[in-house]
């Protein structure tokens, strides 16, 4: 797993261990409010594996973070 580290951040790839707080996140209506409609738990899952495919592919895509 790729990542990145300053000295206050963690950077790194996302995760399928990353679904449930993700999730959190995603599928919230508050937070989603300019999307079509909160995600659903699939669609959360699938949007971390177009990530993870995409850093195969590609060498990238979307990344997260820790402090």
Not at 53 to 59: A, M, T, V
């Given at each position: 797993m790729n990542m990145i580290e300053?000295?206050?951040l963690y950077l790194r790839e996302l995760s399928i261990e990353d679904l449930?707080?993700?999730s959190e996140i995603l599928m919230d209506s508050e937070t989603m409010?300019?999307?079509p409609q909160p995600f659903s738990?699939?669609?959360v899952k699938g949007w971390i594996?177009?990530?993870m495919?995409?850093?195969?592919?590609?060498?990238h895509g979307l990344w997260g973070g820790c402090t």
């Open positions: 300053t000295k206050r449930d707080d993700l409010q300019y999307y738990k699939e669609k594996q177009w990530n495919e995409s850093y195969h592919h590609h060498g």
